[in-house]
C-alpha cells in the first residue's frame, strides 16, 4: 500500500512540473507566436508555399529555439521548488577491531 502512496505523489509532483514547464514554454513562446500569425496573415494564398513556407519554418525553429533556452535557465537556477530529501543519517557501529586483539 505505501508503495501505491509513493507512486502516486512522484505522479502529482511529475504533473505539477509539467504545469510547471507548460507555463514556462507559453511564456517563451507568446513573441514568437504572434510573429507567425502574423507571417501567415500577411502571406497571399500563392506566397504561403515556397519562399514563405520556409519563412514560417525558420520562425518556428527560432520559436523551438526560445523553448530551449527558457528550459536550460529555468534549469540552471534550479527550477524545482520542492525542497531536497535529507539523507537519513549513518548509524553508529563500533570499528571493526573495536575489543580484538592484534596479533
Given at each position: 500500500?505505501e508503495?501505491?502512496?509513493?507512486?502516486?505523489?512522484s505522479?502529482?509532483?511529475?504533473?505539477?512540473?509539467v504545469?510547471?514547464?507548460?507555463?514556462?514554454?507559453?511564456?517563451?513562446m507568446?513573441g514568437?507566436?504572434?510573429?507567425?500569425?502574423?507571417?501567415?496573415?500577411?502571406?497571399r494564398d500563392?506566397?504561403?508555399?515556397g519562399?514563405?513556407?520556409?519563412?514560417?519554418?525558420?520562425?518556428?525553429?527560432q520559436a523551438?529555439?526560445?523553448?530551449?533556452?527558457a528550459t536550460?535557465?529555468?534549469?540552471?537556477?534550479?527550477?524545482t521548488?520542492?525542497?531536497?530529501?535529507s539523507a537519513?543519517?549513518a548509524?553508529?557501529?563500533p570499528?571493526?577491531?573495536?575489543?580484538?586483539?592484534?596479533?
Amino acid at each position: 500500500m505505501e508503495g501505491v502512496r509513493e507512486d502516486q505523489e512522484s505522479q502529482t509532483g511529475e504533473s505539477t512540473e509539467v504545469e510547471r514547464v507548460i507555463a514556462l514554454v507559453m511564456k517563451a513562446m507568446e513573441g514568437d507566436i504572434r510573429r507567425v500569425a502574423e507571417a501567415i496573415v500577411l502571406k497571399r494564398d500563392d506566397e504561403l508555399l515556397g519562399p514563405g513556407e520556409f519563412d514560417l519554418r525558420e520562425k518556428a525553429l527560432q520559436a523551438a529555439c526560445h523553448i530551449l533556452e527558457a528550459t536550460i535557465n529555468d534549469r540552471k537556477k534550479g527550477g524545482t521548488k520542492a525542497a531536497a530529501r535529507s539523507a537519513p543519517t549513518a548509524a553508529k557501529t563500533p570499528a571493526s577491531s573495536a575489543g580484538a586483539a592484534r596479533r
